[in-house]
């Protein structure tokens, strides 16, 4: 019977270490489970984090792009007010010019 009591005593010995096996597996699982889903909220905070300096940077540049706009409009309505008042103030003296040329007759 001693046979049979070491047959015994190795098959319970195989089925702890399974066990231990089959535990250390499941352990190992949920390790990489938790670390894959950790690593996953890393990207997602990573990602909403630089999506938010992505629009910040966007939104401070299109703003910037709008002021630039309106400000260049703003010099040229100013630029073509002046260019209309200085046409106004000559346009006296090149009609007198051109008058003056015109019913001038040189005799040579």
Not at 61 to 83: C, H, P
């Amino acid at each position: 019977m001693d046979d049979k009591g070491g047959i015994q005593l190795l098959l319970a010995a195989e089925q702890d270490a399974q066990r231990i096996v089959s535990s250390a597996r499941a352990a190992k699982t949920q390790r990489l489970r938790q670390a894959k889903e950790e690593a996953e909220r890393e990207i997602a905070a990573y990602r909403a984090q630089r999506d938010a300096e992505y629009n910040s940077k966007k939104q401070q540049s299109s703003g910037s792009v709008d002021s630039n706009l309106k400000r260049l409009e703003e010099e040229t309505d100013v630029k073509i007010e002046q260019l209309k008042q200085e046409a106004s103030e000559k346009s006296h003296d090149v009609t007198n010019y051109l008058l003056k040329f015109v019913t001038t007759v040189k005799v040579s």
